[in-house]
């Protein structure tokens, strides 16, 4: 297994770990996968959930980096991000897809699902599949019950917009594994980075 990533490799710019992430191994427990797809955001953001300040409720965004930013989308389901930049400054990058790679058949439990590209192909599935809970949020990526690895290798990337936000929609900070079959969705006149 390559090396595990410690909260120094996060003190980068949301769109630099992003990008970084692809390809690396992400578990929790023991279950997960290979990072296929995500998307940054940054305090100076208007899409970002730090992009008022601090509050109850984003605190955990605010730093330290190589942190879980925990929060529940549309009131159903958890989705995990990994804190970014200096503390204090507001940073993260979303989990927006894995290949599923270890703890399948659990995975597939808490689903309800046995196609593996349906498991966690989107941030929701991703939650639920790696059984992802608010009391995580805050919690150090290089410690149980996280294991973050680096990739093994250089990915090719594809770069595009966003999904799903209504503010700066355009700004092309969503990252995916060139190929990949289990992205959340195709992207548009998809560049590689």
Known sequence: MP????????????????????GAVLLVDGVGGRIVETEAYDRE????????????RNQAMFGPPGRAYVYRSYGIH?????VCR??????GVLIRAIEPLEGVA???????VHEPRLLCSGPGRVGQALGI????NGHRLDQRPFAVHAAEREHAVVVGPRIGISKAAEVPW?????????????FPKATAA
């Open 3 to 22: 090396r595990p990533l410690r909260p120094a490799d996060f003190l980068r710019d949301a769109p630099e770990v992003a990008r970084m992430l692809i």
């Open 174 to 186: 969503r990252f995916g594994m060139a190929g990949s079959r289990f992205l959340s969705r195709p």
């Open 86 to 91: 200096e503390e204090g400054h507001g940073a």
């Open 45 to 56: 953001d208007p899409a970002s959930h730090s992009h008022s300040g601090p509050t109850p």
């Open 133 to 136: 809970v608010h009391a995580m």
């Open 106 to 112: 659990e995975m597939c439990e808490r689903r309800g």
């Open 78 to 82: 958890w989705c995990l991000n990994f």
